[in-house]
């Protein structure tokens, strides 16, 4: 079974509008991190945001913030006034267990930004 | 400037050859990383080192074999490689603290660019 979803292939957003990229997770361990990443078209994998699982509050870097929902397993990253730059694909990755050093990652969601 | 450097950046290989990718990180991370990530999947992980030992070996093909001399150098020595076996291949490195492990992100390399003919 997928440990992370991310149910949209595809994006468009109008630069300077705000958009949501959705990841779903799935684990029975109470101690995990979720990660989101960018990676440009170059290849370059760019680390954007991290939430905890005990975190209280969600977690916010300049235009990035996430949406973590725990009951519901998900944890969506939101960007705020989107720009051309942000054009890329996104990973949402969940880090497990206490000791865990195994990464997880979904299938990404490719984000174009229209001008 | 990533604080890890991977090199080559691209490499075109005969499937009887025998090539080393090389990592290197500059950040004093005590973890570091393989993944694989071909067109259309997910990034798949392939061998994890802590504190130069493996700890993590995701059911790779032995025509990988991976070789952390410290924790700043990380290579992947490939021989007899397949068609299928063309992707980008990324290290990363983190820092792994016992009991705290959770927090900490990993940090990518560029990747290398593997062709196989």
């Known amino acids: 079974a997928q440990k992370i979803t991310q149910t949209q292939p595809g994006m468009f957003v109008q630069e300077k509008e705000a958009v949501t990229l959705d990841c779903t997770y799935d684990t029975s361990d109470p101690s995990y991190g979720l990660f989101w990443y960018k990676q440009p078209s170059s290849g370059e994998m760019i680390f954007l945001i991290y939430q905890g699982s005990y975190d209280q509050q969600n977690a916010t870097e300049g235009r990035y913030s996430l949406n973590f929902q725990k009951a519901r397993k998900s944890a969506n990253l939101v960007i705020s006034a989107s720009q051309l730059g942000d054009s890329a694909m996104y990973f949402c990755?969940?880090?497990?267990?206490?000791?865990?050093?195994?990464?997880?990652f979904g299938p990404g969601t490719r984000l174009s930004v229209l001008p | 400037e990533t604080g890890v450097t991977q090199t080559p950046r691209h490499l075109v290989m005969g499937m009887t050859n025998k090539k080393s990718l090389k990592c290197e990180q500059h950040l004093g991370h005590n973890a570091m990383y393989w993944y694989k990530q071909s067109a259309k999947k997910p990034l798949e992980l392939m061998f994890v080192y802590s504190l130069e030992e493996r700890v993590e070996n995701n059911s790779v093909p032995s025509r990988f074999s991976p070789e952390c001399p410290n924790s700043s150098h990380l290579f992947l020595h490939l021989h007899t490689l397949q068609p299928e076996d063309s992707a980008l291949y990324l290290c990363?490195?983190?820092?792994?603290?016992?009991?705290?492990?959770?927090?900490?992100?990993?940090?990518f390399g560029d990747g290398t660019r593997l062709s196989i003919l």
């Open positions: 990755a969940m880090r497990e267990g206490y000791y865990g050093q195994n990464f997880v």
């Open positions: 990363a490195s983190s820092q792994d603290w016992q009991g705290r492990s959770g927090n900490q992100p990993q940090h």
